[in-house]
């Protein structure tokens, strides 16, 4: 059973910077495709980016390309999310998730594990 924690949420001004992390326990991400979603009050999950096992492939979102940066450290069986020039329509829940293979899964329902959630609001 993967078991995702995320953390690195908070409360942060329009136009500033948040970095997530999502740190793995009892099972190793490094064969495994990882993803961030979100969702924000009201609204259903979308999705945010993914990264390829390896790392060297990524995907986004149109909302969020050119902001967010997603990279993972396989040594440290953690995926980071970077967040940069932060907007008020970013506030939600954010989510890792996998689904537990290899490949690129592009799609909130596509994965199959989920960490809690870490929380991040950004004020205009």
């Known amino acids: 059973q993967v078991q995702l924690v995320e953390s690195g949420g908070g409360l942060v001004q329009a136009g500033g910077s948040l970095r997530l992390s999502c740190a793995a326990s009892?099972?190793?991400?490094?064969?495994?495709?990882m993803g961030w979603v979100r969702q924000a009050p009201g609204k259903e999950r979308e999705f945010v980016a993914a990264?390829?096992?390896?790392?060297?492939?990524?995907y986004y979102a149109d909302s969020v390309k050119g902001r967010f940066t997603i990279s993972r450290d396989n040594a440290k069986n953690t995926v980071y999310l970077q967040m940069n020039k932060l907007k008020p329509e970013d506030t939600a829940d954010y989510y890792c998730?996998?689904?537990?293979?290899?490949?690129?899964?592009?799609?909130?329902?596509?994965?199959?594990?989920w960490g809690q959630g870490t929380q991040v609001t950004v004020s205009s």
């Open positions: 998730a996998t689904k537990g293979r290899v490949g690129l899964v592009t799609s909130s329902s596509g994965y199959s594990y």
């Open positions: 009892g099972h190793t991400l490094s064969n495994y495709g």
């Open positions: 990264i390829t096992w390896s790392g060297d492939g990524t």
